[in-house]
């Protein structure tokens, strides 16, 4: 069964840096795109950065962009989101998934369950 656990969650002043990380594990996995996925309280799900493992292309939504960086570690089965001049309207929960490229997209296959990320005014 495969795992996807995200860390690095955690509460932060505006102006603040946090790094979240996520780690993919267990049998069956096999994916070649990832990102990171937010609930923010008050707004529809929303992803926030995607990229190919290997390297290759990024995606950001508008409203971090200049602010998140996506990467990967040596591991392809890895993926952090360096998250810096945080505001308060960053607040949500914050979700790994990975899966299949699509012709402009990725299919997702695996979730993580989430951590929360608090930035106070």
């Known amino acids: 069964q495969v795992h996807m656990v995200e860390s690095g969650g955690g509460s932060v002043q505006a102006g603040g840096s946090l790094r979240l990380s996520c780690v993919a594990s267990?049998?069956?996995?096999?994916?070649?795109?990832m990102a990171w996925l937010r609930q923010t309280p008050g707004k529809q799900r929303e992803a926030v950065a995607r990229?190919?493992?290997?390297?290759?292309?990024?995606w950001y939504a508008d409203s971090v962009k200049g602010r998140f960086t996506i990467s990967q570690a040596n591991a392809e089965n890895t993926v952090a989101l360096q998250m810096t001049s945080l505001k308060p309207e960053d607040t949500g929960m914050y979700f790994c998934?990975?899966?299949?490229?699509?012709?402009?997209?990725?299919?997702?296959?695996?979730w993580g369950l989430g951590t929360q990320v608090t930035v106070s005014s």
């Open positions: 998934a990975a899966g299949r490229r699509t012709a402009a997209d990725c299919m997702y296959l695996y």
């Open positions: 267990g049998y069956g996995y096999s994916a070649n795109c």
């Open positions: 990229m190919n493992t290997g390297g290759g292309s990024t």
